[in-house]
C-alpha cells in the first residue's frame, strides 16, 4: 500500500529529499534510485518519490520501503502545463529541501515546477546516458535535453552524471561545465556476488553441463544496447568455439521478441540461445555464466556490467559510455558495432584457463568493492544535498569530480 506524498511528514530535522524520475519501469537509472533509496533509510535522509508517468514495475521495491509514492500520468506533451501546475503543488506540499530529478524529461519537468511552487527550492538533475544519438533517440529527447543545457543556469543548481565521458558530452551539448557533478553508479557488494549454489540451480534448470561454457548479457530489450552484434558475435563465437551456449536475460529479452528471435535465426542458432526475460535473481543468472557481455552503442555507467563484476564474471564490453572508466584495466574494450572485434575478445577470455578466468573476476570484483561500492556512493548524493540544501558551505574548489 503506497503512502500519499501529500500525507507524508517525517521529522523536519532530516534532510527532506524529493525524487522526480520519467518512470518506474525496469531501466538502469531506476535500479540505482531504488539502491539509493534504500540506503538512504540508515541516513539522514526522509526521501519520497514521483514518477511523471504510472509507477511501473519498480514501483513495488520502492513500496517495501514503505516511502511516499505519486503518479502524475503524464501521457503526452499536451499534458505537460496541468503536469508542471501538479507537481509544483506536490513540490509546495511536501516542502523538500532539494528536489532530485532523474533523467531528461523529469529534468525539464521538475525545474519548471519547482519555479511555480510557492517556495523556492534547489533542484538538482541527474542524467544516466551519453547525449542522445541522431537516428536512434527520439525527437523529443533530443530537444529536451538541448533545451535542458541552455537554460540549466536559470533552472537548476547542480546536475549529477554518472560518468566523466557523459559530463564532457554534455558540456559540448551546452551544459555548464562548474554545474556538473560525477558521481557513479554503487554496487551493494554484499548482497550482490557469486554463489556456487545458484551456479548449479540455474545450470540444471538450463539443462547445461558445469563443463560448458555460458556467455551471458543482461539489460532490457532497447536500440542503446545493439542487441544485434551481440547476437553477430554469437555466430562467429559459434564458428570457433561450437560447445558455447548464450544467455540473455532481461526485459524484452524472451522467445515472444519476434526482431530477436529473427536475428537468432538468421545466425542458425536458434539452440544455442536461452532466452530469459526479465529476472530478479540477477546474482544467480551471473553465477551460472562463464563470461559477461555488453554490446550497447549508448551507455552512461553500465548497472549489468558493474553487477557481473560484482558477481567475479570476467567481462567483454564495448566503448560506450562509462563503461571503460568502470571496467578500468580488469577487460578489454573494443569498439561499438563491431561483432567481429567483440567475438574476437570473447574467444580470447574463453581459451583462458579456469583459473586464469577466475582470476579476472575477483579483480573485476575488487575494482567494484575499491571504487564503487554503494555506501560511499550514497555518501556523495548526501553531501551534494546538503551542499545544495545550504547546510554545508560547497568547496571552493568545485565539486567532486570536475568535468573535464
Not at 101 to 116: D, F, P, Q
Request: with cysteine; aromatic share 6%.
Amino acid at each position: 500500500m503506497k503512502t500519499s506524498i501529500r500525507t507524508s511528514h517525517n521529522s523536519m530535522s532530516q534532510l527532506r529529499v524529493l525524487h522526480l524520475i520519467t518512470n518506474l519501469n525496469v531501466g538502469g537509472a531506476q535500479s540505482m534510485l531504488v539502491k539509493l533509496l534504500r540506503r538512504m533509510e540508515s541516513r539522514s535522509v526522509t526521501s519520497g518519490v514521483v514518477s511523471l508517468q504510472d509507477l511501473g514495475p519498480m514501483s513495488a521495491a520502492i513500496n517495501q520501503l514503505r516511502l511516499p509514492t505519486e503518479s502524475l500520468d503524464m501521457r503526452s506533451l499536451r499534458s505537460l502545463p496541468s503536469t508542471v501546475c501538479r507537481m509544483g503543488r506536490i513540490i509546495s506540499d511536501w516542502q523538500p529541501d532539494v528536489v532530485q530529478t532523474w533523467m531528461y524529461h523529469s529534468n525539464w519537468v521538475g525545474a519548471l515546477s519547482a519555479k511555480l511552487s510557492r517556495q523556492p527550492t534547489p533542484v538538482v538533475w541527474n542524467i544516466r546516458m551519453n547525449p542522445p544519438l541522431p537516428g536512434v533517440d527520439k525527437r523529443s529527447t533530443h530537444w529536451v535535453a538541448g533545451h535542458c543545457g541552455k537554460h540549466m543556469r536559470r533552472l537548476a543548481h547542480q546536475c549529477v552524471l554518472n560518468s566523466k565521458v557523459s559530463a564532457r558530452g554534455h558540456v559540448e551539448l551546452g551544459y555548464p561545465a562548474d554545474r556538473l557533478t560525477v558521481i557513479p553508479n554503487g554496487f551493494d557488494t554484499d548482497t550482490i556476488d557469486a554463489s556456487p549454489t545458484l551456479r548449479n540451480q540455474w545450470r540444471d534448470q538450463w539443462q547445461v553441463g558445469d563443463g560448458e561454457l555460458i556467455i551471458g548479457t543482461v539489460g532490457r530489450f532497447h536500440p542503446h544496447k545493439d542487441y544485434r552484434t551481440f547476437v553477430g558475435a554469437a555466430k562467429r563465437i559459434h564458428d570457433e568455439l561450437s560447445s558455447v551456449r548464450f544467455v540473455m536475460c532481461g526485459e524484452g529479452l524472451s522467445a515472444d521478441n519476434d526482431e530477436l528471435i529473427g536475428w537468432i535465426r538468421e545466425a542458425n542458432l536458434e539452440d544455442r540461445f536461452i532466452l530469459l526475460g526479465r529476472q530478479t535473481d540477477v546474482a544467480g543468472v551471473y553465477s551460472a555464466v562463464d563470461l559477461a557481455v555488453s554490446s550497447s552503442i549508448l551507455e552512461g555507467f553500465p548497472n549489468s556490467v558493474g553487477e557481473a563484476m560484482a558477481c567475479r564474471v570476467p567481462c567483454a564490453v564495448t566503448n560506450a559510455g562509462g563503461t571503460a572508466e568502470l571496467v578500468g584495466n580488469t577487460a578489454r574494450i573494443v569498439s561499438c558495432r563491431r561483432p567481429d572485434h567483440l567475438a574476437e575478445e570473447c574467444v580470447r577470455v574463453l581459451r583462458f584457463s579456469k583459473e586464469h578466468r577466475r582470476d579476472l573476476g575477483e579483480n573485476g570484483r575488487a575494482r567494484i568493492i575499491q571504487h564503487f561500492g554503494l555506501d560511499q556512493i550514497a555518501q556523495q548524493y548526501e553531501t551534494l544535498w546538503q551542499q545544495v540544501a545550504g547546510t554545508l558551505m560547497p568547496p571552493t574548489s568545485g565539486r567532486k569530480q570536475k568535468a573535464a
